[in-house]
């Protein structure tokens, strides 16, 4: 890799201050919470699909497969299949989001109810992200489209276990894919009624793609966005294992991708400013949309720290005692958020 540029450090700003003299300044730990939030509730391969079974062997026990792919595996396999409504759902429960947490039919068959949150959500994101990192740079672009070309990002990252500032034009990202070879594991997944089977990681070689940003009026990324990485397994899990997108410093992601495959041709990424339109790209704009009027609501209506989600109807979500700011669904969210925030959090002594 290139010798990167020095990243600016020292105080710490809040990620509620958005805007300064010089424009927009958008967080984007914060955007890529959101972001994902949105894109994984409403993913339209999978919208209301409840899960059936989970697989790790060759067999199914309520699917047939005689896909080679799956069938002569060697890598870890993990195997879902999913069921859509077969009745019409009512206008409310069209409007639910698909969450991990209500991807389970009821009553819970008795082969899924040993699994945790943490593995639901693991699951969860593995489905929706087949395919996932080209739908995810493109939903990207939409949104940062909605905003004037001199948006400036703040990223916050760890880097050698400390933590890092600094700020990038959100319009100098840069794209960046590159191929994975042998990837490590295998999924499938198989969606009724509509007879759709994903698979990931049964070629040989997968093209992948990430974000990368610089620093402002540097030439060399520093940190790299996989809001896909979850494809991969736990393996793609962000800071310290428990993220559910990777948002980090570009040495650290490439030491990662040994864990996703066996090789990789992340120094030679072909790099591009824009990205043609990837399918449902319509869908993708209006997540964008839904998105953006989350975030300039945002002092109104905060959202998880850990997943993106905002209050349940009727319900608030805690608030970290520190520095007021950051939200949780629950203790486990904000469990598997501290590892991150622990290192921005800092005590808001106006806050009430």
Known sequence: MD?????????LSSPDETNDMQGIILDLHEISLLLNYERGATEPRFR????????????????KTLNRSWTDARAPRTGLI?????SDLSAEKMKEPDLPSNMLPQPIP?????????QLETLYWQARNH???????????HFIDLFPSSTRLRIRTMRDKIPCEYFSVASERIIMEFHLIEQSSLMLAAVFPDNKTYISGADT?????VLGFAPEGGDFVETNLDLASLQFGDVGRGFNGRGTFVLEDVDEYESRLDRFAQANTFEDAKRSKRITDAPDSEWLRQVALKVKARWDNRQSVAWCAHCGAPPARGQGLKRCTQCKQAH???AEHQFAAWPFHKHFCKANPTAT
């Not at 999913?82 to 077969?86: A, E, L, Q």
């Not at 008795?110 to 943490?118: F, G, H, I, P, R």
């Not at 395919?131 to 672009?141: A, E, I, P, W």
């Not at 070689?205 to 793609?209: D, G």
């Open 3 to 11: 010798d990167k540029q020095s990243s600016q450090t020292g105080t």
């Open 110 to 118: 008795s082969d899924l109810q040993t699994l945790t949150a943490k």
């Open 328 to 330: 949780y669904c629950d």
């Open 205 to 209: 070689r997968i093209i992948h793609a």
């Open 48 to 63: 209301h699909a409840k899960l059936r079974e989970v697989a790790t062997a060759a067999d199914f026990k309520t699917f």
């Open 82 to 86: 999913f069921d859509k409504p077969s």
């Open 131 to 141: 395919d996932g990192c080209f739908r995810s740079v493109t939903l990207f672009q």
